[in-house]
């Protein structure tokens, strides 16, 4: 399983970007796929995660009401909505999937439940 996360760059606070997740030789169907985020010396965080579809999103409260997750099934994509940016949201953002449906919060927010990630891609907002 490859991702490949892209998008990033460099972002005023206040400002959006839309990160988006690829995968290379297998369909994104048959998974839940997540965003995680990391700053060098720190483990990898929670941002967001997504089922089958939009009816079963999961946020982390730090980004709740400000990031959106969605997937295209057909283009095989996935996407991490950013708005209202902030300096702290500034970090390596991966994308990651797990074969496990409706985990519920609790399961998707532990890093370690998703089996396979993919090359980040680096946010940094700054004035």
């Known amino acids: 399983v490859q991702l490949q996360a892209y998008g990033g ?6 400002g959006s ?8 030789g297998f369909t994104l169907d048959p998974y839940a796929i997540g965003w995680l985020r990391q700053v060098p010396g720190k483990e ?3 941002v967001a995660a997504i089922g089958w579809s939009d009816d079963e999103q999961y ?12 997937r295209d099934n ?37 890093p370690s439940s ?4 993919g090359q980040g ?3 940094t907002v700054s004035s």
């Open 59 to 70: 946020y982390a409260d730090s980004v709740k009401g400000r990031f959106t997750i969605s």
């Open 74 to 110: 057909v283009k095989n994509t996935l996407y991490l909505q950013m708005n209202s940016l902030k300096p702290e949201d500034t970090a390596v953002y991966f994308c990651a999937a797990t074969p496990v449906f409706n985990g519920g919060y609790n399961y998707y927010s532990v």
């Open 44 to 46: 990898r965080d929670f």
């Open 17 to 24: 970007l839309r990160l988006s997740c690829t995968a290379s």
């Open 114 to 117: 998703f089996a396979s990630w």
């Open 9 to 14: 760059g460099l972002v005023q606070p206040g």
């Open 121 to 123: 891609t680096q946010v």
